[in-house]
């Protein structure tokens, strides 16, 4: 089980700190990502941390989110500072059973959070 928490509203400029946590299945060794859902747009990827520990974010959020992971309190964050109104959406949270060959792809993850909201004001 996956669980989101972190989201709320915010001013433009302004930073939210998403977490995750994982319960019954570690994330250590496992390719995580956070990805999103603006209203009436498909979900999109925002970030991913792989079974080592590299990152990969989207063009749209590079230089503004980070994605995190602890191994020993079984969580991934994503620190997101500079926010703007584009950044809007439902914020996922989710794993994949393998090794991803690019953590871009949301159908290849298998497990997913149900998501925590962020609004961002202009």
């Known amino acids: 089980q996956l669980v989101e928490s972190g989201g709320g509203l915010v001013q433009a400029g302004g930073s939210l700190r998403l977490s995750c946590v994982a319960s019954g299945r570690p994330l250590s060794g496992r390719d995580t990502g956070w990805l999103r859902q603006a209203p009436g747009k498909a979900r999109e990827f925002v970030a991913g941390?792989?079974?080592?520990?590299?990152?990969h974010s989207a063009d749209s959020v590079q230089g503004r989110f980070i994605i995190s992971r602890n191994d020993t309190t079984n969580t991934v964050a994503l620190q997101m500072n500079s926010l703007k109104p584009e950044d809007t959406g439902v914020y996922y949270c989710?794993?994949?059973?393998?090794?991803?060959?690019?953590?871009?792809?949301?159908?290849?993850?298998?497990?997913w959070g149900l998501g925590t909201q962020v609004t961002v004001s202009s």
């Open positions: 941390i792989n079974w080592g520990g590299s990152t």
């Open positions: 989710a794993l994949s059973r393998r090794r991803l060959k690019v953590l871009t792809v949301p159908p290849e993850y298998d497990y």
